[in-house]
């Protein structure tokens, strides 16, 4: 078969899913508005999860996991805004990690507004400018981010969801060769993260490292000066023009961040494969044995404890500490309620969401 035979068999595919995927969308705006008229959430993690699940397991071709979610979550995205517009606040600046993972499950057709700060995003939320925020909450080489966890405490925001997605750096440059580079920018995690590239390709450092506040800014600055490069994500690079000479140069191959979906009012409905996320402030956090007892609580209703990580309190002058707990279950669940009870302390319930990772 000749090459311009596949590529009319090709066009001819193309013709059909064109004309599935508008017979979908048409489902879809009937979809939004009965949820419209009966004020129904638009977007259901839940619910996207378990189309992909259920497509990787019927998929007899080429087509792996990830392809498929990739696919679908751009379509997913298009479908929410056919039922309602949406605008999604995120950790700027444009380029980011944070704009990566946004655009992962909002798409390209949402409205995205870049902020500055973790507590904007909240407050962008939290008075309902944007109807989603997507921040950072931990990396596995970094763990927790402190700031997003203090306004989870002082906000009143729920987790929609959660999006766990690898960090790849990549070293980009308008120079034509390594020596003609003077210059590399990138934020300080980023030189943390990729020291043994450094050490390989510039061993004595000759060249000048230069901290800068963003992976993105690092971009920008690289795509202003032949002599530079910039530490920071393919997409920073696209977005400024600078081409990526070498890809995926992070030191650890399993390097992953993970983001959450802020949303002002949220309730998932449960999915059998869940995690619940709450901050607990033990009134007598002073006795002996209070976080033990509650610990065994956990063991008697047979609930995996997921995370659990002390904050200090920063009232008054006492060290006083109050804790975020992640465990699987759902809100819903009945021995989740059972352990609401059982705690006697003072629990915020952050969200109960579709689990990705413990």
Known sequence: MTLDELRNQIDSIDNQLLALMNSRMNVVQQVGELKRSSQALIYRPEREKSIVDRLSHQSEGLLQKDAIEAIFQEIFAVARNIELPERVAYLGPEGSFTHQAAESRFGAMSEYDALPTIRSVFESVETGRAKFGVVPIENNQEGLVFETVDNLNEKNIRIAAEIVTPIHFAFVTKAEKLSEIQRIYSKDIGFRQCKRFLDDYFG?????????????????????????????????????????????????IVNRTRFLILAKEFETVPSGNDKTTVIVQFPDSDKPGTLSRCLREFELYDINLTKLASHPSRQGDRFGFWFLMEFEGHVKDDKVQKIFRQLKSEVKWLGSYVKLVD
């Not at 490069?229 to 890809?247: E, M």
């Open 204 to 252: 004595n450092y000759s060249v000048e490292i230069i901290p800068v506040e963003s992976t993105s800014k690092a971009a920008k600055l690289a795509s202003e000066d032949p002599n530079a490069a910039a530490i920071c994500s393919a997409i920073a690079g696209k977005i400024f023009g600078v081409p990526v000479l070498f890809n995926n140069i992070q030191d650890s």
